[in-house]
């Protein structure tokens, strides 16, 4: 959670940097480029972003939690519907991949150590995020705004993976789901427009919180198995979804 603010810490720094700028870049009128965008009801294009994916882990009681965060990639594409001069909806279905590492240490017996075991954990999603833009007017060619919604979205992995000492074939690996396949997160973020001559382009940075616990302890495994994932079912009691990312986004009338 520690490491999840300071990104957050870090994107108002960022977007009070880009505020700042705008006065200077607004000096001299130029010309508008890309007009018909502000007037057109429906616009489509794609997207690109690169972030981070982490989790708010809560441990059970003598247990430790620890968590690396890792980076995660996401592709969507763009339907936005303008509903008011100023204010827009979004739909951006897309593809999302991330990976994270959890560490568990279990409680410490007297005079030792406790154990200690980390799993590295794959997903992959199919997002679905509905988005509110509200954008400032035009400086030139460019209009800053912020975005407001939420994103079902489902895992389709949502596993960690051992490799299987009693398997034939030398490094084979097993892979048990680990996260429940359901999330939804709030999505809060901004951004900036560019206005180019035929399109329009933007950057983005969103930060994405999921109110589902979505701690799923391995049930599926065999019971010789069990062992490896014993502290990770009997030391977590919940884990909410946590992710930052910047995105590029390419837009087009229609």
Known sequence: MEQFCTHI????????LLILCLPVMSQKPKPKK????DYKKFHVGY????GIAGFAINPKDTYVASLTQDPLIDINLIADFRIGKFLNIRFLPGYRAASRTVGVTGPAPQNSSGLSTSWSIESTYLELPILLKYSSSRVNNI???LIAGFSPQFDFTGKSSFVDPNSTIPGERVATRVLKPFDFLIELGTGVDFYLATT?????LKFSVGML????????IRPADMGKFSLYSNGIDQIFSRMVILSFHVEQSK
């Open 47 to 50: 997207s690109f972003g690169l």
């Open 9 to 16: 810490k870090k994107g108002i720094i960022l977007v009070v």
């Open 34 to 37: 890309f007009g018909l965008a």
């Open 200 to 204: 329009k382009v933007a950057a983005e």
């Open 143 to 145: 209009a800053p705004y």
């Open 213 to 220: 616990d979505i701690f799923y302890a391995p049930t599926n």
